[in-house]
Nanobody, 121 residues
Framework: QVQLVESGGGLVQPGGSLTLSCAASGSIFSFNAKGWHRQAPGKQRELVAAFTSMGNTNYADSVKGRFTISRDNAKNMVYLQMNSLKSEDTAVYYC???????????????WGQGTQVTVSS
């Protein structure tokens, strides 16, 4: 069984930094990290950062210049470096990836369970 597990969330003061990690485990033949989303209380889930099909990166306007997404597909990992955090960044952060469990299998989409990031003084 394949699963994604995020880590690195927590409480941080405004202006601080956090690095989120997302690790995939289970029966994995191929891994392709897709991105990070977040959901704040009372709001819809929104895209934070993602990789395009060409391997470039896209960011929500609200995080451009502050957040950096990276990945290591060989290690089944995806990261989100968050700097200059603001109170409005408070949310549950979810990673997203597509995974093939066998060489000839189909790509399936997976989500982590989420990690809480709280930005507060």
């Amino acid at each position: 069984q394949v699963q994604l597990v995020e880590s690195g969330g927590g409480l941080v003061q405004p202006g601080g930094s956090l690095t989120l990690s997302c690790a995939a485990s289970g029966s994995i033949f191929s891994f392709n990290a897709k991105g990070w989303h977040r959901q704040a209380p009372g709001k819809q889930r929104e895209l934070v950062a993602a990789f395009t099909s060409m391997g470039n990166t896209n960011y929500a306007d609200s995080v451009k210049g502050r957040f950096t997404i990276s990945r290591d597909n060989a290690k089944n990992m995806v990261y989100l470096q968050m700097n200059s955090l603001k109170s409005e960044d408070t949310a549950v952060y979810y990673c997203n990836a597509e995974i093939r469990s066998t060489r000839w299998g189909l790509w399936d989409d997976y989500w982590g369970q989420g990690t809480q990031v709280t930005v507060s003084s």
